[in-house]
């Protein structure tokens, strides 16, 4: 009997509190985390480059390792063909096309002049050689088809192609065309270079398996037969650096001889970038000389978080009490010679509490990480479920399982 009566009386008074359960404000008790702190293990390299503008970066923190002038505007040549690039290979990874699709070659796309692989108008070729032939023979006329397959039309690709850049941060680039052709208004950076390079090349890995290919072949079918075409690589680099992975030269009469060069080392991808170098034998020495200098001075220190356990944290005002977390994604951090990876240590710090709705992309803490007793960045950690506020109802039935936990 004292049951029910207590059961009566708690339903009286959510019945004659129903504002302060459902809608009264909490405070939120979210700390103030400040934002990711940059890597700052930049290199005072002593270097002197005949090239005028050049980058080094890591791959996985994005870190600026030299640089010689990296903010000023170049034309790229087929540097270009990079974003062209990236662009497919997120086509497919959104299934939008598929590397058996085949893709058929209009008048326009084969009328492109400079580097090409004489394509013939109506000529079918799938997306994986259409790939080889950019990647290898950094061909026009592939790349122009593909930028039709893909966007309708090659001016809506270019639109595409810059807002890509614009996603990435690329501030001090305009793209006119997805081939790198000389035209007016067409301009990059050499660290705009890198940043694109290294979307590609960290996102995509299996773009090593197209632009390190020192020669390959394929056929030419139309409707005067079927005729064997070579494709050979210009990046020399692919045949005599230890660990390359790419990517892409580029040359032309205005832009001289550009190159973003790749290469993987003891897990650690460093992106190289030569930009208006005066002759093809420069650019391939002063970017294997910054590859080099990169290998030889730094180490990357990545935190995968399988030692972590995170305990759940408390919410208020949801459907639920508790909500546990999700790390977003690994940390890096470039090590210079002399600091020691085993000098990094991390700290997770859990919210108290947050307020419900709340939803997957919502930070409930962070994990920071410090060199000695200096902040050297930190990783999110996000819900892992949205947790709707809670109702009338949701309240109810919350307190009645209270009540009846209570009594157990």
Same mark, same amino acid.
């Given at each position: 009997?004292?049951?029910?009566?207590?059961?009566?009386?708690?339903?009286?008074?959510?019945?004659?509190?129903?504002?302060?359960?459902?809608?009264?404000?909490?405070?939120?008790?979210?700390?103030?985390?400040?934002?990711?702190?940059?890597?700052?293990?930049?290199?005072?390299?002593?270097?002197?480059?005949?090239?005028?503008?050049?980058?080094?970066?890591?791959?996985?923190?994005?870190?600026?390792?030299?640089?010689?002038?990296?903010?000023?505007?170049?034309?790229?040549?087929?540097?270009?063909?990079?974003?062209?690039?990236?662009?497919?290979?997120?086509?497919?990874?959104?299934?939008?096309?598929?590397?058996?699709?085949?893709?058929?070659?209009?008048?326009?796309?084969?009328?492109?002049?400079?580097?090409?692989?004489?394509?013939?108008?109506?000529?079918?070729?799938?997306?994986?050689?259409?790939?080889?032939?950019?990647?290898?023979?950094?061909?026009?006329?592939?790349?122009?088809?593909?930028?039709?397959?893909?966007?309708?039309?090659?001016?809506?690709?270019?639109?595409?192609?810059?807002?890509?850049?614009?996603?990435?941060?690329?501030?001090?680039?305009?793209?006119?065309?997805?081939?790198?052709?000389?035209?007016?208004?067409?301009?990059?950076?050499?660290?705009?270079?890198?940043?694109?390079?290294?979307?590609?090349?960290?996102?995509?890995?299996?773009?090593? !398996? &197209?632009?390190?290919?020192?020669? /390959?072949?394929?056929?030419? $079918?139309?409707?005067?037969? #079927?005729?064997?075409? =070579?494709? +050979?690589?210009?990046?020399?680099?692919?045949?005599?650096?230890?660990?390359?992975?790419?990517?892409?030269?580029?040359?032309?009469?205005?832009?001289?001889?550009?190159?973003?060069?790749?290469?993987?080392?003891?897990?650690?991808?460093?992106?190289?970038?030569?930009?208006?170098?005066?002759?093809?034998?420069?650019?391939?020495?002063?970017?294997?000389?910054?590859?080099?200098?990169?290998?030889? !001075? &730094?180490?990357?220190?990545?935190? /995968?978080?399988?030692?972590? $356990?995170?305990?759940?944290? #408390?919410?208020?005002? =949801?459907? +639920?009490?508790?909500?546990?977390?999700?790390?977003?994604?690994?940390?890096?951090?470039?090590?210079?010679?002399?600091?020691?990876?085993?000098?990094?240590?991390?700290?997770?710090?859990?919210?108290?509490?947050?307020?419900?709705?709340?939803?997957?992309?919502?930070?409930?803490?962070?994990?920071?990480?410090?060199?000695?007793?200096?902040?050297?960045?930190?990783?999110?950690?996000?819900?892992?479920?949205?947790?709707?506020?809670?109702?009338?109802?949701?309240?109810?039935?919350?307190?009645?399982?209270?009540?009846?936990?209570?009594?157990?």
């Amino acid at each position: 009997m004292k049951r029910i009566i207590a059961l009566l009386f708690l339903l009286v008074l959510i019945l004659c509190l129903p504002y302060s359960l459902s809608s009264a404000k909490i405070k939120n008790t979210k700390p103030e985390i400040n934002d990711v702190i940059p890597v700052t293990a930049i290199a005072d390299a002593k270097m002197e480059l005949a090239t005028p503008s050049a980058v080094l970066i890591e791959g996985s923190s994005g870190t600026v390792i030299f640089e010689k002038n990296k903010d000023e505007r170049l034309k790229p040549a087929s540097v270009t063909k990079i974003m062209t690039l990236l662009l497919i290979f997120e086509a497919l990874e959104e299934g939008a096309i598929n590397l058996m699709d085949d893709v058929s070659v209009t008048e326009h796309a084969a009328s492109m002049g400079g580097s090409q692989v004489y394509l013939e108008p109506y000529e079918v070729q799938n997306v994986d050689t259409m790939i080889r032939c950019i990647s290898i023979a950094s061909a026009n006329d592939a790349s122009v088809a593909m930028a039709e397959h893909i966007a309708g039309s090659h001016e809506e690709f270019v639109a595409r192609m810059n807002n890509r850049a614009k996603e990435l941060g690329m501030n001090n680039t305009n793209f006119v065309n997805c081939t790198g052709l000389d035209a007016d208004n067409h301009y990059t950076t050499a660290y705009d270079i890198a940043l694109m390079s290294r979307e590609l090349i960290t996102k995509f890995p299996q773009i090593s !398996n &197209y632009c390190t290919v020192w020669m /390959d072949t394929f056929v030419h $079918t139309t409707k005067k037969g #079927r005729t064997e075409f =070579g494709l +050979t690589n210009t990046n020399k680099l692919i045949k005599s650096y230890k660990g390359i992975t790419g990517l892409k030269t580029g040359s032309t009469s205005l832009a001289k001889y550009c190159l973003s060069a790749t290469a993987r080392r003891n897990n650690m991808d460093l992106i190289a970038v030569i930009m208006a170098a005066p002759d093809t034998k420069t650019r391939f020495m002063e970017a294997a000389k910054l590859l080099n200098y990169g290998f030889a !001075n &730094y180490s990357i220190y990545v935190d /995968d978080h399988k030692d972590v $356990t995170l305990e759940p944290v #408390r919410i208020t005002k =949801g459907v +639920t009490d508790y909500v546990y977390g999700k790390i977003r994604g690994d940390f890096s951090y470039l090590c210079s010679k002399g600091k020691s990876p085993e000098n990094i240590r991390k700290e997770i710090v859990l919210y108290e509490k947050v307020p419900a709705p709340l939803t997957t992309e919502d930070k409930i803490g962070d994990i920071i990480y410090y060199y000695d007793n200096e902040k050297i960045g930190s990783v999110d950690i996000l819900a892992t479920e949205n947790i709707p506020k809670a109702g009338y109802k949701d309240n109810f039935i919350k307190s009645i399982k209270k009540f009846f936990l209570a009594y157990n």
